[in-house]
């Protein structure tokens, strides 16, 4: 396994903002995901506002101050910042919210959108389409859920001025299966530092009853393209002695539709857990097990490595391309491979180690002020 981290793929280049001092767009983020459950895009959402939120702090993005706003819907959960207010509008919810109040109480401001969606009669927009999950796995999802998203999403990356994604993989994927022209796409990253910003809740150990046991953690079983099945099976082929299994995530019926729950002695569903509780996991955890059919980009390989967890993750391009060589790999249905990785983790502390210092390594490239920075360029881009 060669350790050292590689770096991946640089996002397209930008206008730089001291070149358009003169010409920043008031902007207005769109908050409907502050009414949504939170997931893997209200996570994206949440984090890179608050990291843009933390540049207003700084030289070169003070200018912005006063002239970015999120707005949402009137049952729109609290979302305090220093700099950027929120705004609740409007009198209905969901896409009749997005697609029609949102563009009119933002009139004559750029729009910001990080959760997928947009209202598709704008142009003046900067669109974030993280994935392709709902085409490439349609059984995954709501029948309402699908017809959105089918129709939505080539309208918006046809339609916005500019349209982002999260990875290479996703790139390509959109491009592929929404048949939209991507060669100009940009790849803005993800981050993970928002798990080591908040201070580990070691209670949960005691909580789950995992007080000097070893166990291998899996996060977001919460829909059926997290592999939870073939992940269950090479556990028990793997055999270990006095090792359990921890299985987190709340699952949404509305969106994902009923899966199977897993349960015995060696294998335990926590439910949601929030980051304090995920970050004491995965710092006791030997290993995150994570192997997906598909992701768009993979946020938690990048959060256990940011905590020194070790990572073992399926050949899924994404995964592949955001880990590099930090991360062990097979794949997505070789349940003996996967089996036998665990048990090397399990009995090899050294690898364990040799893991932790290359994932550490690894996570420090994928920052949420990075991600902050990317998302202001392209406003000041489309201007």
């Not at 959760?115 to 709501?142: E, I, W, Y």
């Not at 916005?160 to 990875?167: D, E, G, I, L, N």
């Not at 070691?202 to 059926?224: Q, Y």
């Not at 335990?268 to 006791?284: F, P, S």
Request: glycine share 8%; aromatic share 6%; hydrophobic share 45%.
């Amino acid at each position: 396994m060669n350790v050292h981290a590689q770096n991946p793929r640089r996002a397209a280049p930008v206008v730089r903002l001291s070149a358009m001092r003169g010409a920043l767009p008031p902007i207005a983020i769109n908050g409907r995901f502050l009414t949504q459950n939170p997931s893997g895009v209200q996570r994206f959402a949440s984090e890179a506002i608050t990291a843009i939120d933390a540049l207003l702090d700084t030289d070169g993005y003070r200018s912005f101050r006063g002239r970015i706003e999120i707005l949402a819907p009137a049952k729109a959960r609290d979302f305090p910042l220093k700099h950027i207010p929120l705004r609740r509008c409007g009198m209905s919810g969901g896409y009749l919210w997005e697609q029609v109040e949102f563009p009119l109480h933002a009139r004559g401001r750029l729009l910001l959108n990080l959760c997928m969606l947009g209202p598709v009669a704008v142009r003046r927009q900067v669109v974030v389409v993280h994935d392709a999950t709902v085409k490439a796995l349609p059984d995954n999802f709501s029948w309402r859920f699908r017809t959105a998203y089918g129709v939505l999403v080539p309208l918006l990356c046809r339609r916005a001025a500019r349209a982002v994604t999260v990875s290479e993989f996703s790139r390509r994927e959109i491009g592929a299966l929404y048949r939209v022209n991507t060669d100009s796409m940009p790849v803005c990253s993800e981050g993970g530092d928002h798990i080591t910003a908040v201070p580990a809740d070691d209670s949960v150990i005691e909580r789950l009853g995992l007080t000097g046991r070893k166990f291998m953690v899996s996060v977001g079983a919460n829909s059926s393209n997290k592999n939870v099945e073939v992940l269950v099976e090479a556990f028990y082929r793997a055999k270990l002695d006095n090792t359990m299994l921890v299985l987190t995530g709340k699952r949404d019926p509305a969106v994902f539709g009923k899966l199977k729950e897993f349960h015995s002695d060696a294998v335990m569903n926590t439910g949601h857990v929030n980051d304090g509780e995920l970050r004491a996991l995965y710092e006791h955890a030997l290993a995150l097990v994570f192997p997906s059919r598909y992701e768009g980009f993979g946020l938690p390989p990048i959060e256990a490595m940011s905590c020194g967890c070790p990572v073992i993750v399926s050949d899924q391009p994404a995964l592949v391309e955001v880990g590099g060589d930090a991360t062990l790999r097979c794949g997505m249905d070789d349940v003996a491979g996967l089996a036998q990785l665990m048990r090397d983790v399990d009995g090899q502390p050294e690898l364990r180690a040799k893991l932790a210092d290359a994932g550490r390594a690894r996570a420090k490239l994928f920052t949420w002020a990075a991600t902050a920075r990317r998302l202001l360029d392209y406003c000041v881009e489309v201007g």
